[in-house]
């Protein structure tokens, strides 16, 4: 075993397991923590891929304004989640217990998942992938900048109208009440 | 060298625990992380599906930076959605927002 | 500085001169821009901001031109001209034509931030187009993610009522995970084939791509007919859809039934015709079944709608159903019966919208019994309601009959007997529902007589809608020309 | 005239169009035009009929839709059987036409009433001219629309409501099979011109089993749309419209349709003796059934439509026995003698705002013409000579007498049968109605004869109702029968002679219940109570299909409505529910009583009933769930397929 599969095992182990805190810890801004955890891990196997203008960019824009915009949400929202009462409560494994079969922690959503990843491994399992294609990986930074403004300068024009329309968006929907329309009124 | 199959592999994974985290909690921020750790498994996808194709090929990448884009858009408008919710509603339990039904 | 191998270098001055076809959605997004830009100026007096938005509109219209003829892919395989974009693009600039037309009364009454209103649906329609004229994935991608995000925001719009905002965090909740969803099929296609491009992503699979990576290509269709499943409210995708149309505005509801789910459409047809037409049977027998599950759930859930809005989403749920058997069939003859369909279905349901519309802007609900007495306040409106439902049951001359006509001699024609029965019983269904309508405005007594109002703007998108439905129908066949032109025909 | 026919159907568009716009400007909200338009169509029908007579016949076809390799053609054929059919529809709606200026004079709806009359008189002459099936199938959409907007013309009431969508719906589903028998014969001919299919039939290229359910199917449309058991049970009530839309649909329009569309495609049953068999049994069982539900109705407009269902049973049992010509002779006698009969009805109407005949009586003294032709419809109706039914009707037994087709039989019988019952429940309505001491003496006195732009069609009905018979009689040399190819005509003496003495025998038995009264009418209906139960509830099959067809469907909403919220909300909350249950047991307040008192009051809102209508949860997880449980099993079917 090879380092680099060393690194990466440890890598996926760490953001499963952190995914895996995020869905069931009982506090939000714990789960918010631990997604950031899982996205930096997700930036690291980015590394072990070659991939490493993208690890810069999932550590900039996931782990960092994603991250923050949801903590802020959070912020600003449920009160009551931040000291985990959203969450039924209980005590040691019956509280564990009850979680997985409350009302919509039920049995139902882990048998989707845990059907999901069983046919997606099974296919995995049953297709032959191709090993690694010989030759050096090439530095991908200077290859995506020029694809970038190349070959893929029409969708990079209109990922801005995507931004664009979320902050049109995002502005409309969260202007306070009362800011506009108040204006509107006043003769 | 990292065999193809774990990359996916572990991004199935991943992809499934957004799936139980989005059907098991009643959280809309909650199920927004888990939509955003199902887009971080097909990201994983498609850098090794780009790692594995060609030494020189960076389409997947380049799709996969798209995808962190959108994202991030996407959950700029989502939290714009709960938020003006919380405020009118003091809920962000998608469970206590069943009005339209039936 | 080592020379790097560049993949897909292109020529900087052949794109520019290229940018010309890409005319159309340059318009549309330049309009909505500036509309942004100059409502905060108007204070609340955003009305003439619908003319400008049409201008918009008539201006993308015109600036198709350079397009029309124009075949193969431009813009470095960004962009295709062919039949099928020909075709799409006019569609769905008429459907946010028609839409825009009908919203500013409604706008005005609800307090809806009418120049963001239409900036949104301006941007939508960029991406559902782009979404019908691309082989590329990611461009397909992009275009949906826009009309989608535009949408969510859109849906929520009436930001102080609960169902709204209801309608708003459904639409978002279960769209993001169905693009999720969609997604995961592409990176499998794309890492199934190596590339992101249909006709590529052709090539590689009959090259024998299909044959070695048959599992993982079929886990990806799978989770393209999801994901598409999804944006075309099929059943079983389809169950954020009563709820997100009942809850948001009038008009969106109106843009998102027609223009997202044609522009689900339209992509599933390239992508599946174009990009995975060699595993054929495979989904056309998915489609088939999907087909009668999502006409039939729809029909007979319809019945049981006492709220008229609602019933119009289980309407066009049953709608997708019959647009569906084309997917179903595959063949030359159902695409373009499909094609021909998606336009019918344009204007029709539109046109039943618009009444909606109507009803709401004049400060009532959506209920069946709001519906009661309208014969007599609003003859014009009933009638032409009436017209659009006969379009949507499927009785000649309307556009509608001729859709499901072809469809159902297409199926029949493919050999799938079954599916076209079942198309002409669901249409005897679907008659129960529209008539309880029909049977309130024309029989039932008005609680008031007081008429209603609507502004001239939005009776020229009513009359448009209407009137498309009538030509479309009586003069089909310059249509039918169109749609046999626009076919993707399989490999 | 007739390389122009297509101006006979152009003229009523045109003339709906025209009082649609522009009527409310126009002189008494443009009746006249109507009346005008349709009495030149009459007018150039009579001379294509003439011109056909003479050997004339033309087809016009042009491509209309063409997609890909696939053509629909838009065309129209002139032959003998158009003509005929065409002079019918164009005389009866134009008589209808004129008497509706008096019969529905003052009307709320004055101009939309005859708006609609010529639109639904131009869906029947596009049906009549229609050169292939599906050009022919669009206007029998088309009709079914028209008499649906004029069943319904009196909407404010429940009745026409109810009536309206009774027959919009039932015939709809006739027209479903007919749709059907289309794809199937599109499928293997693919052609779907009527000459066409005829060439290929007679050349044998089509399959005899594809023919024979081809056929079957298209009869399927025929039995929604003339009324055949088992979907006549929209035909009666269908009398909730104003009378003279009675007479159109029940003599030359609507219920003709279903008989000249078997008629227009006869070469597909010829063929096929299981399907003329089917043609033959349902024919005479409508026939009988009819005739019997007719004996027992005290309304007299109801008895007219029963008579109707009974007639359309006789020209489907002609065809059914192979005679085309008998068929079409009888729908061009019916035509007249029904028109007079309903036109009449609707003269009582006029006068006495009643139909039901237990409080008439003694009429003909007040209005002698209606009586008149009341009389001479029911013993044209009845088959009396020298009047048109007698023909007919003698036509028809006899082809079924000849006739080797299975059911033949039986059919010969039931008409028979149906002769006899016939001219008793006719003898029985007009002596109710007309003579005796009148039962309602306050109506009696206001009773006045109709306007003579009501009395003047009724004569003219009555002349034809007594000549009508004559084209196809020895006089005449059979000169109807020559004009659609029939060859020679055998009259057994045995059939006319069981003929008449069914007529004589029903109409001696009528009069001497009601007029006589020689026997207690009392007396008999005791002595037969199950049957008169049974035939009085029109055996039951307004019940059978609200018990079926009507409760089936809401089963199957109400089912999937269950299934949305019961089995998914139950997969979601199966394990949970019971733990919250248990848990809360003891707890402060019941998430349950909670979540009853929500749903109450939901189900209040909407109403009883609709509780179990409920679709969906509400709740986006729920849905999720299916989205994904959806997609697993679909990736974990695609995986086994590959297997």
Known sequence: MTGLQIAFLALSAVMLFAAWKVVTSDIIVHAALWMVLSFVAVAGI?????????????????????????????????????????????????????????????????????????????????????????????????????????????????????????????????????????????? | MIPLSWVLVSAALLFGLGLYGALARTNAVRILIAIELMLNAVNLNLVGFSRYLSPHDVTGQVFALFVITVAAAEAAVGLAIILMIVRQRDVSDVDRINLLKW | MPTLPIVGEVDTAVLVAQLIFLLPELILAVTGTVIVAISPLLR?????????????????????????????????????????????????????????????????????????????????????????STHELLMLYLGLELASISGYVLAGMLRSDARSQEASIKLFLIGAMGSAVLLFGLSLVYGITGSTNLVEIGHALTGGAAATFRPALLAATMFLVAGFGFKMAAVPFHMYVPDAYEGAPTPVAAFLSVGLEGAAFAAAIRVFVTGLGIIQPNWAAVFAVLALATMTLGNVTALLQQNVKRMMAYSSIAQAGYILVGLAVATDRGISAMLYYVLAYTVMNLGAWAALIYLSHNGQSEELADFAGLGRRAPLVAWALTFCF?????????????????????????????????????????????????????????????????????????????????????????????????????? | MTEHAWLIVVLPLVSWLLISAFGRRLKNEGDWLGVVTIGVTLVLSLVVLWEVAGGAATR???????????????????????????????????????????????????????????????????????????????????????????????????????????????????????????????????????????????????????????????????????????????????????????????????????????????????????????VAVIGGITALLGATIGVLQTDMKRVMAYSTVSQLGYMMMALGVGSLVAGMFHLWTHAFFKALLFLAAGSVMHAMHTMEMHSMGGLYRKMPVTAWATIIGGLALAGVWPLAGFYSKEEILNAAFYSGVSGAGFAFWAGVISALLTAFYMTRAVILVFFGRPRDRHRYEHAHESPPVMTVPLAILMVLAVTAGWVNAPISHHWFGKLLGEAEVHLAPIVTVLAVGATL???????????????????????????????????????????????????????????????????????????????????KFDLSVVDGLVNGAAAVTVGAGRRLRTIQTGFVQTYILTFFAALVVGLVVFQLWRL
């Not at chain 3, 072809?406 to 198309?423: E, P, Q, R, T």
């Not at chain 3, 809608?465 to 039918?480: E, Q, R, S």
């Not at chain 4, 010529?118 to 199938?137: E, K, P, Q, R, Y």
């Not at chain 4, 009418?521 to 067809?549: C, G, M, S």
């Open chain 1, 46 to 187: 980015f590394l072990t891929l070659h991939a490493e203008f993208l690890f810069a960019v999932q550590l900039l824009v996931y782990a960092g304004a994603i991250t923050a915009l949801v903590i802020f949400a959070i912020m600003l929202s449920d009160i009551r989640e931040l000291r985990g009462e959203g969450e039924p409560a209980g005590a040691g494994l019956g509280r564990r217990v009850r979680r997985l079969v409350s009302r919509r922690l039920g049995l139902a959503p882990a048998a989707v998942a845990v059907g999901f990843a069983a046919v997606m491994y099974s296919v995995y399992r049953a297709t032959p992938w191709p090993g690694l294609p010989p030759g050096d990986p090439a530095p991908s930074t200077l290859a995506i900048g020029r694809e970038l403004f190349g070959t893929y300068v029409v969708p990079f024009e209109l990922a801005s109208i995507v931004l664009l329309v979320a902050m049109v968006g995002a502005i409309v929907l969260t202007l306070r009440e009362g800011g506009r329309e108040k204006e509107e009124k006043r003769p």
């Open chain 3, 44 to 132: 609340g007096r955003e009305r003439p901001l619908v003319f400008v938005a049409a201008t918009g509109v008539l201006a993308a219209f015109a600036g198709l031109g350079p397009s029309v003829g124009g075949a193969g892919e431009v813009l470095a395989r960004m962009l295709v001209l062919d039949g099928t974009s020909t075709f799409f693009r006019p569609v769905f600039m008429l459907g946010a034509l028609i839409v825009i037309g009908l919203s500013p009364d409604y706008l005005a009454r609800r307090q809806v931030p009418a120049g963001e209103f239409y900036a949104l649906v301006l941007f939508a329609t960029v991406g559902i187009m782009l979404m019908a």
């Open chain 3, 390 to 491: 006969l379009s949507l049951i499927g009785i000649p001359p309307t556009a509608g009959f001729f859709g499901k006509f072809l469809l159902f001699s297409a199926a029949v024609d493919a050999g799938l007997f079954w599916l076209a029965v079942a198309m002409a019983v669901n249409s005897v269904i679907s008659l129960g529902y529209y008539w309880n309508v029909v049977r309130a405005m024309f029989m039932e007594e008005p609680a008031t007589e007081e008429p209603l109002k609507a502004s001239p703007v939005f009776g020229l998108g009513f009359t448009l809608a209407v009137l498309g439905t009538l030509l479309i129908g009586l003069g089909a066949a310059p249509f039918f020309r169109l749609v046999s032109a626009a076919v993707v025909t399989l490999p």
């Open chain 4, 60 to 278: 016009v076809s042009v491509p209309w839709l063409v997609m890909g390799d696939w053509q629909l053609d838009m065309g129209y054929l002139i032959d003998p059987l158009a003509a005929v059919m065409l002079v019918v529809v164009t005389a009866i709606s134009f008589l209808v036409h004129v008497y509706s200026m008096g019969y529905m004079h003052g009307d709320a709806r004055y101009r939309r009433y005859f708006a609609t009359l010529s639109f639904f008189t131009f869906s029947m002459l596009g049906l009549v001219v229609a050169d292939n099936l599906i050009l022919l199938f669009f206007f029998f959409e088309l009709v079914g629309l028209a008499s649906y907007l004029l069943i319904g013309h009196w909407y404010e009431n429940l009745g026409p409501r109810l009536a309206s969508l009774k027959a919009f719906i039932v015939t709809r589903i006739g027209d479903l099979a007919f749709l059907v028998g289309l794809a199937v014969l599109v499928l293997a001919t693919g052609t779907t011109g009527i000459p066409e299919l005829r060439e290929l039939v007679e050349h044998h290229q089509v399959p005899a089993t594809v023919l024979t359910l081809a056929a079957i199917l298209v009869f399927g449309g025929a039995v929604g749309k003339s009324a055949q058991f088992p979907l006549h049970v929209w035909l009666p009530d269908a009398m909730e419209g104003p009378t003279p839309v009675s007479a159109l649909i029940h003599a030359a329009t609507m219920v003709a349709a279903g008989v000249y569309l078997v008629a227009r495609s006869f070469f597909l049953f010829e063929p096929s003796a299981t399907a003329l068999s089917v």
């Open chain 4, 505 to 587: 025998l029903g109409v001696a038995a009528g009069y001497a219940i009601y007029a006589l009264r020689l026997v207690d009418r009392r007396a008999v209906i005791n002595a037969l109570r199950p049957v008169y139960t049974l035939v009085r509830n029109k055996y039951y099959f307004d019940e059978l299909y609200n018990a079926t067809v009507l409760r089936g469907s809401l089963r199957l909403a109400e089912w999937a409505a269950w299934f949305d919220q019961r089995v998914i909300d139950w997969l979601v909350n199966a394990v949970g529910y019971v733990a919250v249950k248990l848990s809360e047991a003891a707890g």
